[in-house]
């Protein structure tokens, strides 16, 4: 019987994407899949630091593995990504938890089959973390989740530096894939079946700012894509509003499968708290984007990220996002409440919010866009919406589920035979998270 890897990964789609990496890789040494832990021989911790509380979760899932080694002895533990690439993280966790086996980090996964045979044939705990980024390695095995979505990375790392985010110290600098290994990929995801590809990077309007001889940027990588390609959706995140300019605006209006939805973080609606943040954009600025996407693409959805609580928000500065919010009527918005990041500059800026403030705030928040994306939801209903059938409704598995381009969630009722299609479904109810309606046509 072939040995068993089970990989419990964290975080954001890049790490989901590295996973991928790591399944591949551990698949050419002969290693298969198995979503029960206690039935792997090797197990690999794919950790996310963003926030504390990703940490926490880590921290104790690391603690429940151990009991594991004592039914099985020969069991390889490995804990690699962001959380391990910060200083000395690595060193705390073994000496917590000795029973880890491997450690390595963001810049070596590709590392990942020399060093299990190292842990093998040595019988010794491996610790293996590159400082720097080096370059990219291309052409590593991949065995992708699924067989009708796929994210393709085309930039690692980010050079922005917000001062709360500790992604840029554990990610490295930003690095732009080479346009050509990028549309190969998709090609091949084309050729596999796949209907839709999300193009990955933390900031992926700074694309091909490395390139300097290619002379490509972002808008023109979408082009070639949706030019090239036979993929059906082609959607990409995450934009900056400081690089966010309207050429791309124009390429997603004028292309054939670039989905309009724009994913456009404004985390804080006050100028000051901007700027402490390091963001690079006002208020104004951001809005005015937003009002050139609605006015070029009226149908298009638009999703931001929000910070509440950072270092120095007062009450005014806050109301300041809730009134940003009001005005650019986002139709959802993720949410967070700032977490303080050892290493980045707001972890010792003074005014630190406390957490009772920053939790009212986070409700008000919330209701607020809650309100609003309910009300943009309901214009909905009566219209007739394209959706990518991804498969059973979780909350209700005798109904389908699937995505607009728009990227909302449509729950309906059809058979299994139409998972992997396009079909249109008339909207019958709109709620706050999802659509319902009834399935009129079959592509
Ligand atoms: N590069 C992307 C995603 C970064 S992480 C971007 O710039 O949008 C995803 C989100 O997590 C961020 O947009 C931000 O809203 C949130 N985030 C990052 N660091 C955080 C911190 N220290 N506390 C709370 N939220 C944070
Ligand atoms: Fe973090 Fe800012 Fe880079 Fe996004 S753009 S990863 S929030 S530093
Ligand atoms: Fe987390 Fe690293 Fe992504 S810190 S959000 S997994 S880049």
Request: aromatic share 6%; charged share 25%.
């Amino acid at each position: 019987m072939a040995n068993k890897y089970h990989i419990m990964s964290y975080g954001c789609q890049m790490n989901e994407r590295d996973a991928e990496t790591i399944s591949g890789m551990l698949g050419q040494l002969g290693y298969e899949k198995t979503d029960i832990s206690k039935n792997a021989d090797v197990i690999i911790i794919h950790t996310c630091c963003v926030r504390e509380s990703a940490e926490n979760k880590i921290i104790g899932k690391i603690g429940e593995l151990k009991h594991l080694k004592t039914v099985n002895p020969g069991l390889i533990i490995g804990i690699c990504g962001c959380m391990v690439q910060q200083k000395d993280t690595a060193k705390r966790l073994v000496e917590k938890a000795p029973h880890i086996d491997l450690v390595f980090g963001t810049h070596n996964l590709h590392q990942l089959p020399e060093l299990i045979n190292q842990v093998q044939l040595t019988n010794n705990q491996i610790i293996e973390i590159w400082d720097d980024e080096g370059s990219i390695v291309e052409d590593l095995p991949a065995q992708r989740e699924g067989n009708l979505k796929a994210y393709v990375t085309i930039t690692y790392g980010c050079n922005n530096y917000c001062t709360y985010c500790i992604v840029p110290y554990v990610r490295g600098k930003e690095r732009s894939r080479l346009p050509e290994s990028i549309v190969n990929e998709i090609d091949g995801l084309g050729k596999e079946g796949f209907k839709e590809i999300t193009l990955l990077g933390q900031n992926v309007n700074s694309y091909g700012k490395d390139l300097c001889d290619l002379n490509i940027n972002f808008s023109g990588l979408l082009q070639k894509i949706d030019d090239v390609t036979n993929i059906t959706r082609i959607r990409y995140m995450t934009s900056h509003p400081r690089d966010f300019n309207e050429e791309l605006v124009m390429t997603v209006k004028n292309s054939k499968n670039v989905c309009p939805h724009f994913h456009l973080p404004l985390q804080a609606g006050s100028n000051k708290i901007l700027k402490l943040m390091n963001r690079g954009y006002t208020k104004e600025q951001y809005l005015s984007l937003i009002e050139l996407i609605k006015q070029e693409i009226p149908h298009a959805s638009i999703t931001t990220d929000l910070i509440v609580g950072f270092p120095g928000e007062t009450e005014e500065d806050f109301l300041e996002t809730l009134d940003a919010v009001s005005e650019a009527r986002f139709d959802q918005a993720y949410t967070f409440l700032y977490s303080k990041r050892s290493g980045t500059p707001a972890a010792t800026m003074e005014n630190q919010v406390d957490d009772e403030n920053k939790k009212a705030r986070l409700q008000r928040l919330m209701d607020l866009q809650n309100k609003i994306s309910l009300e943009i939801n309901k214009e909905l209903v009566n219209r007739s919406l394209s959706v990518l059938v991804e498969g059973p409704s979780k909350n209700n598995p005798s109904q389908l589920t699937g995505r607009t381009t728009t990227n909302k969630i449509v729950v309906f009722e059809g058979d299994d035979t139409l998972v992997g299609k396009l079909v249109d479904v008339k909207i019958e109810e709109a709620r706050t998270w999802n659509l319902t309606g009834k399935l009129i046509k079959v592509y």
